[in-house]
């Protein structure tokens, strides 16, 4: 069962990260962030609440909180605009190794860490060279800023890192759905209200839709890696930290980009990088 919603769970960020990108490239990465995190917010609260009252709330804790969601939101805007200028299939892969990041501020901040992950970290960063290398293209698309892509489509990463590490911290106290829903209500309340209060509403339903997915397939993604993490932690990691692929699949044989054989190469590290990253000891 853990095996089964760990891929789910990896399944539904995957898709979450290639329609956000679709999203992006119809509305900017901004507005793409925007709506999407309008729609996340009415599946998040639900479940919020549904849990149960949250836990300790102090100053300390807002603050952790605050930087949960600044660091969340800021690295999903890097992405989106990243996506808007590069491929789908490389850029959000380099995006998920925002575990090797989490390593690093874990060491900063003291605490042990394995020489897995430091295995890890340097596979992460081979393959995210190597899969914004060489002229690739899609048909009838192309890609001029790929390298400016990749950078942004890193700073998601270590914006990431940085969630994670402060997720970690606070979670135990406040609430694992309470830490999300507090993202996203910020997210809402910082961006899509004045982004909703400053023009005309999108019409456009296809990118509607895009965010739609991606707001609400963030929230069950997590929400099904929580539930998997119950038959191990380190299982659910490897597993859900495997979204980067199925995004890259999608843009390979749904949207077809089309890569060269360093940059697959590049993928399989990115790929083996995650795994160490999840790995205990």
Do not use: N
């Amino acid at each position: 069962m853990g095996i089964a919603l760990g891929l789910l769970s990896a399944l539904l960020w995957g898709v979450g990260g290639v329609t956000g990108g679709l999203a992006a490239r119809r509305l900017g990465g901004l507005r793409a962030v925007a709506y999407s995190m309008l729609f996340s917010v009415l599946v998040a609260v639900p479940l919020a609440v549904a849990t149960g009252m949250p836990g300790r709330i102090d100053p300390r804790a807002i603050l952790w909180l605050l930087l949960v969601a600044a660091t969340g939101i800021g690295g999903l805007m890097l992405l989106y605009t990243a996506l808007r200028m590069g491929k789908i299939s490389t850029l959000v892969p380099i995006s998920g190794t925002y575990g090797g990041f989490g390593a690093i501020i874990a060491i900063l901040a003291g605490e042990p860490t394995s020489p897995l992950a430091f295995v890890g970290l340097a596979l992460a960063v081979m393959g995210a060279v190597l899969a914004t290398r060489g002229d690739v293209s899609t048909p009838g698309v192309e890609y001029p800023h790929q390298t400016r892509a990749a950078l942004l489509a890193g700073g998601a990463a270590v914006a990431w890192g940085v969630q994670l590490w402060a997720g970690g911290e606070i979670q135990d106290d406040v609430g694992a759905s309470w830490v999300v829903a507090f993202m996203r209500v910020l997210g809402v309340l910082a961006i899509s209200v004045p982004i909703l209060m400053s023009g005309p509403l999108v019409r456009d339903r296809r990118a509607l839709g895009f965010a739609a997915i991606t707001g609400v397939g963030e929230v069950f993604g997590f929400t099904l890696f929580l539930i998997a993490s119950e038959y191990g932690v380190a299982q659910a990691s490897v597993l859900t930290g495997q979204y980067g692929t199925v995004a890259a699949l999608i843009g390979v044989l749904i949207l077809k980009e089309r890569l060269q054989r360093v940059q697959y190469v590049g993928l399989a590290l990115i790929v083996v990088a995650v795994v160490f990253l999840a790995l205990p000891g």
